[in-house]
């Protein structure tokens, strides 16, 4: 309701009467300013001394002015000025320094400004905690013939929160397998053997996870042995683990029963409905049929449930009912309300639940009771005759045993006289003769005003032509020009009158009629279209047109870009988007008539983004996914596609599904092909005949099971090291791929043809080297090596065996006869005599070089392998005097070195390049000439000179050598060349001419010069 000077009067005033001792508050809208909640508290469950020792309830409500905010604990208010531990911000409560027996309770949020008060939801704050098993150095042994069952108790210590079990057998990381034999229950810890065997024997130690704390507590062993008085005769099945005889399901909750029995053989398990309905696909059977499974459980699901354990000695049954309840949930809840006074409130709100839920209200957070004016019965409240005092906030609350919740909403109680302000009538309004005539009287007031008509000083009356409507209406059909004249509205209420007045002019046209409608369409998104609208009328009219799109006028100026008309009336959209499909209706208003003509617009694009996407049951690989579709946007979906992402991958991903094609009728699929223990989001694109769609919102973050792990680590290798040391190593195997928690390595070697394999356990999953060392380690001897991996389900594959061979020894032997020469200003060649066979791997030999015999820290270091002799020394300074000497070398380091030798670099070539160059070129021979190069005495002396001659064409280059200073060459016509001249010493080459460029040859003799 929105009402034009709005009078919304403070509590102060309890009657209409009290109305002139009150403060007024005058608006034109009604706005409802009243608290309202953003977040509310929700359940915290924290491990004791987690690492910030704090703990925030949330609780942020709107309102204006700005709602304050109150808390209570346990129903008593805590009193924060007093409190040092606990303090707020904004409107959430933070408690520092935790305390189990302090701050364990339910948390409720008041909020509340000058408008009213509403409570929250309720919050329970509760600790999680794994106490360790009481000192025992080894439990008692468990003594058993082979054949007989037998039941191993955990016993776990005191603890909150939600636990899981494994067992040990024997040493970390070797976990009890589940099986038909074997089963491990998650409701007592206990581990159960249906038929022991000789395997068996060993200690097994129980392993306590908290969920919450991911904290782990292990059992001392517990050693169980056979007895040796013979093995234990086939028995029919006993049942030692089965549900209560009534189980409470929550809806929407995972029900689990256990079913497991002791028997020789070995029972089979089986499930069953006494009523004989058979399971849906959501039920499923886990751990050889031990476990039951119901996911999403709803009243449909209750019942009785069998679990049969039978063999070939017999059979036996346990049974229990599981019983279905559910917290309350809304079914219809009030809205805002704001009535004119004297008016009736009626509320009714409707809640479900199991059992089903009492209801009760409050007003500002008060309890409200059933008295005089107000009525309350179940889920509706009633207040008759409303009044200002009735101003606030209410509350319904549905609760049961399970669970409360509030609705809230805020009840204003208006009073204002009658204003025609915002809609007034038209001081003139035109009407053709014979045509019929609405003159609206809509005043705003609270209460409704009572209305009445005048024409002239007459009080109009209902005849056969003219009606007044309940509203306040005047309608007259069939105009004359009789009715012509003035007409006043009076409205009244008990807060004041208003009157409004217009003068009704009676005229004689021709009727206004459309000559072109515009006509239904469909159109693909970003095209653009004419929606013509084109009319004949009297030219003494004055005729306007507008438009509107699904009820509201096109503003032609805000949205430009889209939209634009002509003189004549036709509409223009351009770059047609989504939102432009719908219904279209152009008006044309003269002085005398108003007429219409529409047409529905169909838009067609690609399908919007699926919504809801979820996942309803998950393993170790698949994700079965339901999601709701989008919105086709014209066009039929015609299939769907599902991307996924995780921590471990770049952006999204396609993914496999069955089925492999879903079509648009299909809603639901299967995921495959995920990894284990990885944490997933999924989301789903359409496609129609227009394309593909947005995606949807992203699934929650949900991780498959865990499974032992699949992959083993690759490129197994190795070698190297120190004596006595076998180095292994591995590429890692990437956490994606390690299928659950307590990852880790098993590094398996034996020597080669050897039969028992030495087995190490690694439980960093980062490691990829292992060394084992052992004296008794032959050198370089060949080894088998495997490389497995394991995680708290079990043992993985192996990788292929590779051949590692052991650290070696260092060569003992020096080579021989090593000696050296000096080949350029930069270069000395050494050479030495080859090994003969050692007793030590040779991989190659290493030169090292210094200046200084004096101080013979090395200056470098030249390796090159076995099969040489001879090596370069290359980089090294001219005119100096090196010293030099040999060693071999393998994996295992450099073996001793031979008697130092020293050489020394020749002096450097000539600085001071070719000058002068000269050439003349008749046809194709070119004649080059130059000054001769004059070494300096710290030079090597000029024995020739090197010309360099480029091709362009294939970029080819020829040496030519010469001791003179002159050259003729035959050079091909058809190309071009780059000439460059260089001095030759002992040194090496010296400094180059300038580059002579010579092109293409003509018939011409061409000379030229170059001073350098």
Known sequence: ?????????????????????????????????????????????????????????????????????????????????????????????????????????????????????????????????????????????????????????????????????????????????????????????????????????????????????????????????????????????????????????????????????????????????????????????????????????????????????????????????????????????????????????????????????????????????????????????????????????????????????????????????????????????????GSDVALECKPQASPRAISLWKKGNEIVQRNERITLLPNGTLKIANVTRRDAGSYTCIAKNPFGTAMILTILSVQLNTPTRITQRPANMEIIVGESIVLPCQIASDPALDVSFSWAFNGQLIDFHGDADHFDRSISGDLMIRNIQLNHGGKYVCVINTDVESLSASAILVVKGPPGPPDTVAVEEITDSTAQLSWKPGRDNGSPITGYIIQARTPFTVGWQAVDTVPEEINGNTLTATVVGLNAWVEYEFRVVARNSVGMGEPSPASAKTRTEDAMPDTAPTDVGGGGGTKSELVITWEPVPEELQNGEGFGYIIAFRPLGAVTWTRVVISTPGVARYVFRNDTIPAFSPFDVKVGAYNNRGEGPFSSIATVFSAEEVPSEAPKRVWGRSVSAAQIEVIWEALPATPERVLGYEVVYWEDDTKPDTVGKVRISANYSAVNVTGLKANTQYYLALCTFNTAGTGPQSTPINATTKKPPPGQPPLNVEWTMIGSLLTLHWDPVIAMETEAEVIGYLVLLRRHRDNEVNSIMTNKTRLELTLSSNDNYLIQIKALSEGGEGVGSEPIHIHKLSTLAISSSCVH
């Open 1 to 433: 309701m929105a009402l034009s000077q709005l009078y919304r009067v403070l509590p102060c005033c309890n009657h209409r009467h009290d109305l002139k001792k009150c403060k007024i508050v005058t608006s034109f809208y009604v706005l409802f300013q009243g608290p309202r909640w953003r977040t509310e508290p929700s359940d915290l469950i924290l491990p004791i001394n987690f690492p910030e020792q704090e703990a925030t309830i949330r609780c942020e409500a709107e309102g204006n002015p700005t709602p304050q905010y109150r808390w209570s604990l346990n129903g008593t208010l805590i009193d924060l000025g007093s409190d040092y531990r606990r303090h707020m911000s904004g409107g959430n409560l933070i408690v520092n320094r935790l305390d189990r027996d302090q701050d364990t309770g339910i948390y409720q949020c008041t909020a509340f400004n000058t408008w009213g008060t509403i409570l929250s939801s309720r919050a329970t704050l509760k600790f999680a905690y794994l106490d360790n098993f009481k000192t025992q150095t080894t439990r008692s042994a468990v003594s058993v013939r082979e054949g007989q069952g037998v039941v191993l108790l955990c016993g776990p210590p005191m603890h909150s929160g939600e636990l899981t079990f494994a067992w040990i057998f024997n040493e970390y990381p070797y976990f009890v397998q589940q099986d038909s034999r074997r089963f491990i229950s998650q409701e007592t810890g206990s581990l159960y053997i249906a038929k022991v065997e000789p395997s068996d024997v060993g200690n097994y130690t129980c392993v306590v996870n908290n969920s919450i704390t991911k904290g782990k507590v292990l059992s001392s062993p517990t050693p169980l042995v056979l007895r040796n008085d013979g093995a234990m005769g086939e028995y029919e099945p006993k049942i030692e683990v089965h549900f209560p005889d009534t189980v409470p399901a929550a809806k929407g909750s995972t029900v689990k029963l256990e079913c497991f029995a002791l028997g020789n053989p070995v029972p089979e398990i089986s499930w069953r409905r006494t009523s004989g309905v058979p399971f849906p696909s959501k039920v499923k059977m886990k751990n050889s049929n031990a476990v039951l499974e119901i996911q999403n459980f709803q009243q449909e699901d209750t019942g009785t449930y069998e679990c049969v354990a039978e063999n070939s000695r017999g059979k036996n049954a346990a049974r229990g009912r599981i019983s279905f309840h559910a917290k309350p949930h809304w079914l219809q809840t009030m809205i805002d309300g704001a009535l004119s006074i004297e008016e009736n409130l009626f509320w009714e709100c409707k809640a479900n639940g199991k059992p089903k839920p009492s209801y009760s209200w409050l007003k500002n957070g008060d309890n409200l009771m059933a008295e005089g004016r107000r009525q309350i019965e179940n889920g509706a409240l009633s207040i008759a005759a409303l009044n200002l005092s009735d101003t606030g906030m209410y509350q319904c609350v549905a609760e049961n045993k399970h669970g409360i919740i509030y609705s809230s909403a805020e009840l204003m109680v208006l009073a204002s006289p009658p204003s025609f302000s915002k809609n007034p009538l038209k001081a003139l309004l035109k009407a053709r003769s």
